[in-house]
């Protein structure tokens, strides 16, 4: 996949995902706007874009606030004199089941993955509508948000709503012929780590370079940062450019499209619905079509 004179924002770039994102990218061509808020992770990973033999700056900053924002797409025109696309992908956990979750824990990431997901795409967006060439956006959402997850309120809500975005910025923006698509990844990262299923076989790769286990790679859909990476990069390029509103799961071995919500069942009642009418055609209409959540319990298979 060819990105050569693309430029592309990427977001809490320097570790783990975004990190990957951001070499993909640099080995495929592109010029990157590396963002963490850790300067000195930014400063490094811009490094490794630029020995790749890509051109790399870092912008540090906090994702969130719409100064962070500006700056981003500011520094990508200063730098390379355009901008084609943005991986928004910052983020950060504070788990807590819900009853013990505080309201800074709920805000700190509401504000680092919602608003700093619409701040970063609609500063991209403005400056993209200004070329007049369209533009490509990719968000990163994740199976909690999908499905829901225990502990995870603030992150579950983020994510879901990020895609709600999705859909409505792609309606949006398509008049700019700017396509604008969510990737879910699943992928060996400190934000996985902490699943205990996981937790053994991601630090045997981590410190001892052991490949992951296909019931893993295959069955989870759980694989390295490297195995998500080149989706995002497909979905920057010229190829992907009618592809849009879509959210995308890309882990080890599968990639899979998600299903929007929908009407799973529905039924008519003349002069509607009351409580008493509801309760009789629940357990024969409804009932059957219950849907199912939270993320499918993974197992590691018998000795």
Same mark, same amino acid.
């Given at each position: 996949?060819?990105?050569?004179?693309?430029?592309?924002?990427?977001?809490g770039?320097?570790? /783990?995902?975004? %990190?990957?994102?951001?070499?993909?990218?640099?080995?495929?061509?592109?010029?990157?706007?590396?963002?963490?808020?850790d300067a000195?992770?930014? &400063? %490094?990973?811009?490094?490794?874009?630029?020995a790749?033999?890509?051109?790399?700056v870092?912008?540090?900053?906090a994702?969130?606030?719409?100064?962070? !924002?500006?700056?981003? !797409?500011e520094?990508?025109? =200063?730098?390379?004199?355009?901008?084609?696309g943005?991986?928004?992908?910052?983020?950060?956990?504070?788990?807590?089941i819900?009853?013990?979750m505080?309201?800074?824990?709920?805000?700190?990431?509401i504000?680092v993955?919602l608003?700093?997901t619409f701040?970063?795409v609609?500063?991209?967006?403005?400056?993209? %509508?200004?070329?007049?060439?369209g533009?490509?956006?990719?968000?990163?959402?994740?199976p909690?948000? =999908?499905?829901?997850?225990?502990g =995870?309120?603030?992150?579950?809500?983020?994510?879901?709503?990020?895609?709600?975005?999705?859909?409505?910025?792609?309606? &949006?923006?398509?008049?700019?012929r700017?396509?604008v698509?969510?990737?879910?990844?699943?992928?060996?990262?400190?934000?996985?780590?902490?699943?205990?299923?996981?937790?053994?076989?991601?630090?045997?790769?981590e410190?001892?370079?052991?490949?992951?286990?296909?019931?893993?790679?295959?069955?989870?859909g759980? /694989?390295? @940062?490297e195995d998500?990476?080149?989706?995002?990069?497909?979905?920057l390029?010229?190829a992907?450019?009618?592809i849009? /509103?879509q959210?995308?799961g890309?882990?080890?071995?599968?990639?899979?499209?998600?299903?929007?919500?929908?009407?799973?069942?529905?039924?008519h009642?003349? /002069?509607?619905?009351?409580?008493d009418?509801?309760?009789?055609?629940?357990p024969?209409?409804f009932? @059957?079509?219950? &849907?199912?959540?939270?993320? @499918?319990?993974?197992?590691a298979?018998?000795?």
């Amino acid at each position: 996949m060819d990105l050569t004179g693309k430029i592309v924002i990427v977001t809490g770039a320097g570790r /783990g995902l975004g %990190r990957t994102y951001a070499l993909a990218l640099a080995k495929a061509g592109a010029a990157v706007v590396v963002n963490d808020v850790d300067a000195e992770s930014a &400063e %490094r990973v811009a490094d490794e874009a630029a020995a790749l033999g890509a051109r790399a700056v870092a912008e540090p900053g906090a994702v969130g606030a719409t100064a962070t !924002a500006e700056a981003l !797409a500011e520094r990508a025109l =200063q730098a390379f004199g355009r901008l084609d696309g943005l991986i928004a992908n910052a983020g950060v956990l504070r788990d807590r089941i819900l009853w013990k979750m505080s309201d800074d824990d709920f805000d700190t990431v509401i504000d680092v993955h919602l608003r700093g997901t619409f701040t970063c795409v609609r500063a991209a967006v403005q400056r993209m %509508r200004s070329q007049g060439e369209g533009g490509r956006i990719v968000v990163i959402g994740s199976p909690a948000g =999908q499905r829901g997850n225990v502990g =995870q309120t603030n992150y579950s809500a983020a994510k879901a709503a990020i895609v709600g975005m999705v859909r409505t910025w792609a309606m &949006e923006c398509s008049r700019d012929r700017i396509a604008v698509n969510a990737v879910i990844p699943v992928a060996a990262t400190s934000m996985t780590k902490s699943i205990p299923v996981f937790e053994p076989h991601v630090r045997a790769w981590e410190e001892r370079g052991e490949p992951l286990p296909e019931w893993l790679r295959a069955g989870a859909g759980f /694989g390295t @940062p490297e195995d998500a990476a080149g989706l995002p990069v497909f979905l920057l390029s010229d190829a992907a450019g009618a592809i849009t /509103g879509q959210a995308i799961g890309i882990g080890g071995d599968r990639l899979s499209l998600w299903s929007h919500p929908r009407e799973a069942v529905s039924a008519h009642r003349e /002069g509607g619905w009351d409580a008493d009418a509801i309760a009789s055609a629940w357990p024969s209409v409804f009932g @059957p079509g219950i &849907e199912s959540y939270g993320i @499918p319990a993974v197992e590691a298979p018998e000795a």
